[in-house]
């Protein structure tokens, strides 16, 4: 299921969005991927917004491919020499096929009933051994942020075992907190697996 | 009139390293070949969707005449970039909806030139996934990549 609300939110502010820098600690946590993922390797950035964490991958001369389901984001990393197509989490049927997923702070637009169904696809998409990077927000249920943006919310031990279920391994986990595009300071995840 | 199809693909090694493109072109009356021709190509310091729009832009300039042809492409880049965003960067003097200069400008431009004398048909398939025109392309690609591996260590 692909929320409409929030892509519309998406679109509508996606010049916007483009210009929020990361944290600290999601540029960490990109550099520790890309040293964890092959050298050269195939990454699929799953939810790439507006495709920058995308170039720093091409420019680290990893071969990228891109999904995401808000036109704008699409054209915008497009424009930014990235190979995104539009396309949706339920899109991911490759089987054993990239040395890395990027899923940074995607899969929580996603309800949390098709959460474990996503972790598969990711799992089956990789080659063994394999990286998964997971960035979520923390916290429990479903709900709305004050711009209308749909987000399911995670504890860490939830995740781990939804990972575990799912068939990764190797699972790491970092913490902090940082405003997003709604201005709210939110308690977030970083996560790595190994499939 | 036989149907024209241009089947395309680049590669790259390093990215940005050297790279290669191949492109296979098929003229079919019905479900039988009447001719193919074969192209390929190659630089030192490229990027693989360079290659992949510069091998879509060897079949459309290798056409002397204007013509009707389908271009399979296996690169979404391509394919979405021609057929969906490059009228609004056009419109917008090479410039995304939020005013950011569009990276590989020079080879959309070649490729919204080279087009516009044809009439083209963009389609899109999944490479490596046992298509034998993809992956024949895939073959020139590497080919025309060839000359610009660096050369094995001499001791």
Redesign the interface.
């Known amino acids: 299921m692909t929320d409409r609300e929030t892509i519309g939110i998406y679109s509508a502010r ?2 916007e969005y ?1 210009n929020i820098k990361p944290a600290k600690a999601q540029e960490d946590a990109l550099a520790g991927f890309l040293g964890a993922v092959v050298p ?1 390797g195939h990454i699929l950035d799953l939810g790439c917004g ?1 495709g920058l964490h995308a170039e720093t991958m ?1 420019t680290a ?3 990228v ?1 891109a999904f995401d389901a808000t036109p ?1 984001f ?3 990393a ?9 396309a949706t989490f339920d899109d991911l049927k490759d089987a054993a096929c990239y040395d890395g997923i990027w899923a940074s702070f995607s899969l929580l637009h996603a309800p949390r009933a098709d959460f474990p169904r996503h972790l598969g696809a990711c799992h089956r998409a990789l080659l063994p051994g394999g990286i998964l990077f997971l960035g979520l927000k923390l916290g429990t249920g479903e709900g709305r942020d004050s711009l209308g943006r749909f987000y399911s919310y995670y504890s860490e031990a939830e995740l781990r075992q939804a990972l575990g279920i799912a068939g990764f391994s190797a699972i790491t986990a970092v913490t902090d907190e940082a405003p997003g595009l709604a201005g709210n300071v939110d308690p977030f995840i970083l996560m790595t697996a190994r499939a | 009139m036989p149907d024209l199809f241009a089947y395309t693909d680049g590669a790259c090694s390093g990215n940005p390293g050297p790279g290669g493109w191949g492109a296979l072109l098929i003229a079919r009356e019905g479900d039988t070949v009447v001719k193919t021709r074969e192209l390929q190509g190659g630089e030192a310091d490229t990027t693989n969707n360079r290659m992949e729009l510069l091998a879509a832009i060897a079949a459309l300039e290798s056409l002397t005449r204007p013509s009707a042809l389908t271009i399979v492409t296996d690169s979404a880049y391509v394919k979405n970039g021609v057929t969906t965003w490059i009228h609004s960067w056009k419109r917008n003097n090479w410039r995304t909806a939020a005013k950011k200069p569009v990276k590989n400008v020079d080879l959309w431009q070649r490729i919204d030139a080279a087009q516009a004398r044809h009439d083209v048909t963009w389609e899109w398939v999944k490479g490596h996934a046992g298509h034998p025109e993809n992956e024949r392309a895939d073959e020139l690609a590497r080919a025309g990549m060839a000359p610009y591996k660096p050369s094995k260590a001499k001791g």
């Open positions: 996606a010049g483009a050269g507006p091409q001369g990893f071969r491919t704008d699409v054209e915008a497009c424009a930014r020499g990235v190979d995104a197509r539009l």
